[in-house]
């Protein structure tokens, strides 16, 4: 399937987690000569992401993928287009606290390197904790109950959920992160290549994690990636990105198994692992 825009408007699509119209993200950069360029990193990008869906987002490095993600969550503003989470319109950035809020129990995002995403402080409990706290919707017996939940459910001891990040594997840091994001029982989780920083066998056991989360809760994931065995084993669909034009679209059978494009056909040969395509 190739890469005909979805023509929804975001802001007026309701029975989707996510829909994205014409996103476009241009920077000024310097051009070398002592002035200013205009880089466009994201071009008229259209997606949506069904309720309890999962889509994946790949392309090599400076695709934009992980722009999309920032702008998403707020940390980047769009320079045109339209997104919506849960159906309300979010390309304007949240001016109020309360606003804030609520778009932050929609959607939270895990980062690829959870070691400075986590204060180095805090306990992985208190990590959680804190999150619980801020959204306030918990007496401290019912606190304590959910907190322990999710250190159960993302498959860190007690010992570990007292522990400090510096005392922790990388992929425990990470089951932290994911029980950090999942506190705000958001609707969408972003996964901005959250397990490329893992080696295989930990990459595995978090990727059967998060598939378990979201069979168990209904959760919506949209996995930025550039490895397309991740993207097999966690997602429903994908988009391809190159130089922030969406070059192929579809469900993950139709466009790994058969891709139309050229450029597609080349991520897909650079998985790396011996005598296994995706």
């Known amino acids: 399937?190739?890469?005909?825009?979805?023509?929804?408007?975001?802001?007026?699509?309701?029975?989707?987690?996510?829909?994205?119209?014409?996103?476009?993200?241009?920077?000024?950069?310097?051009?070398?000569?002592?002035?200013?360029?205009?880089?466009?990193?994201?071009?008229?990008?259209?997606?949506?992401?069904?309720?309890?869906?999962?889509?994946?987002?790949?392309?090599?490095?400076?695709?934009?993928?992980?722009?999309?993600?920032?702008?998403?969550?707020?940390?980047?503003?769009?320079?045109?287009?339209?997104?919506?989470?849960?159906?309300?319109?979010?390309?304007?950035?949240?001016?109020r606290s309360a606003e804030r809020n609520r778009r932050a129990q929609e959607l939270q995002i895990v980062f690829q390197d959870p070691y400075t995403s986590l204060d180095p402080a805090q306990s992985a409990r208190a990590a959680v904790d804190e999150v619980l706290r801020h959204h306030g919707r918990f007496s401290a017996e019912q606190r304590a109950a959910r907190l322990t939940e999710l250190m159960d459910q993302v498959g860190l001891t007690d010992r570990q959920a007292r522990a400090r990040p510096r005392d922790l594997s990388g992929g425990q840091r990470q089951r932290v992160a994911i029980a950090r994001a999942l506190a705000a029982d958001p609707k969408v989780l972003i996964l901005d290549e959250a397990v490329s920083a893992l080696d295989v066998s930990i990459q595995a056991q978090i990727l059967n994690l998060l598939a378990d989360i979201r069979a168990a809760t209904g959760i919506a994931y949209l996995l930025i990636s550039h490895d397309l065995a991740v993207v097999r084993q966690l997602c429903d669909t994908v988009l391809v990105l190159r130089r922030g034009k969406v070059v192929e679209q579809g469900t993950c059978d139709s466009v790994l198994d058969a891709p139309a494009e050229e450029y597609t056909r080349a991520l897909r040969a650079a998985v790396p692992v011996p005598g296994w395509r995706p």
């Not at 014409?22 to 008229?44: I, S």
């Not at 992980?66 to 950035?93: F, H, K, N, Y």
Request: net charge positive; hydrophobic share 40%.
């Open 1 to 95: 399937m190739t890469a005909q825009a979805t023509t929804v408007s975001a802001s007026s699509t309701t029975d989707c987690a996510v829909a994205v119209t014409n996103l476009t993200k241009v920077f000024r950069v310097p051009d070398g000569k002592g002035g200013r360029t205009r880089h466009t990193a994201v071009d008229a990008v259209s997606f949506t992401v069904e309720a309890g869906g999962s889509l994946g987002i790949v392309g090599e490095s400076g695709s934009g993928k992980t722009t999309i993600a920032r702008m998403l969550v707020g940390l980047e503003r769009a320079t045109g287009g339209e997104m919506a989470v849960l159906g309300r319109d979010r390309s304007a950035p949240a001016r």
